[in-house]
């Protein structure tokens, strides 16, 4: 029986890009479409099979340790980069300032999809949801030098509507426009806590 079940939701690849160096600046630089390895996406410094850990697991391990990559993709619902948009108080709002690396519209939620739901695309890629990507401050910079004043009211905008960050199962070619699908763990919500 399968563990994976195929949703009816489906949506759009509406941007796509990749962050050059992060050493100098978090921005994503716009592309018509992403070659996914299993290693992320090519030209994406933060693809990888492994990374150093960082604030996401400190309460794992110690920082700087290395671990299965598991955030080598970022990705936003076109609906809530609308809504920090209008929060924020932008005319527009670049997904290259938050360094995603794909728009996708349609999706409900997105940003609180369960953790190994899979995204799959027109040509087969696909990718597995890792976790929410929690807002933090380093696009604050980055939108301060592109629309002055609108920076530091990221946080709370973004809070919840900041995606989810996701690594590569299946190697493929992502473009602008393709159709993304939804799969989801067929299981019962967590009660533990």
Same mark, same amino acid.
């Given at each position: 029986?399968p ?6 939701? %489906?949506?759009?690849v509406?941007?796509?890009? @990749?962050?050059?160096a992060? &050493?100098?600046? *978090?921005? %994503?630089c716009?592309? =018509? ?8 996406? +090519?030209g +994406? $410094?933060?693809?990888?099979?492994t990374?150093?850990?960082?604030l996401r ?11 299965r990559n598991?955030?080598?993709l %970022?990705?936003? /619902?076109?609906? =809530?980069? +609308?809504a920090i948009?209008?929060?924020v #108080?932008t005319?527009?709002? &670049? ?6 690396t794909? @728009?996708? /519209?349609?999706?409900?939620? *997105? ?5 190994s ?5 027109? &040509?087969?890629?696909?990718?597995t949801? $890792? ?5 933090c ?6 939108? +301060?030098? =592109?629309?002055p004043?609108h ?9 919840g509507?900041? !995606? ?7 190697e #493929?070619?992502v473009?602008?426009?393709d ?6 763990? &067929?299981?019962r919500?967590?009660? !533990?806590?």
């Amino acid at each position: 029986m399968p563990a994976l079940k195929a949703t009816l939701i %489906s949506g759009h690849v509406t941007w796509v890009g @990749v962050v050059p160096a992060r &050493d100098l600046t *978090l921005s %994503s630089c716009p592309r =018509d479409r992403l070659h996914l390895t299993f290693a992320g996406p +090519e030209g +994406e $410094d933060h693809a990888g099979l492994t990374r150093p850990s960082c604030l996401r697991v400190t309460a794992q391990y110690e920082p700087g340790t290395e671990i299965r990559n598991t955030r080598q993709l %970022s990705i936003v /619902s076109a609906e =809530d980069l +609308e809504a920090i948009r209008r929060k924020v #108080g932008t005319e527009f709002f &670049d997904p290259g300032w938050i360094g995603a690396t794909m @728009v996708v /519209s349609g999706i409900p939620d *997105l940003t609180f999809l369960p953790p190994s739901s899979r995204l799959q695309f027109e &040509d087969g890629a696909t990718i597995t949801v $890792d976790m929410e990507n929690r807002a933090c401050t380093l696009p604050v910079q980055v939108i +301060e030098a =592109d629309a002055p004043g609108h920076g530091r009211t990221f946080m709370a905008a973004a809070r919840g509507r900041r !995606g989810v960050t996701a690594w590569v199962e299946r190697e #493929g070619i992502v473009r602008i426009g393709d159709e993304v699908r939804l799969h989801v763990p &067929d299981q019962r919500t967590w009660r !533990g806590h």
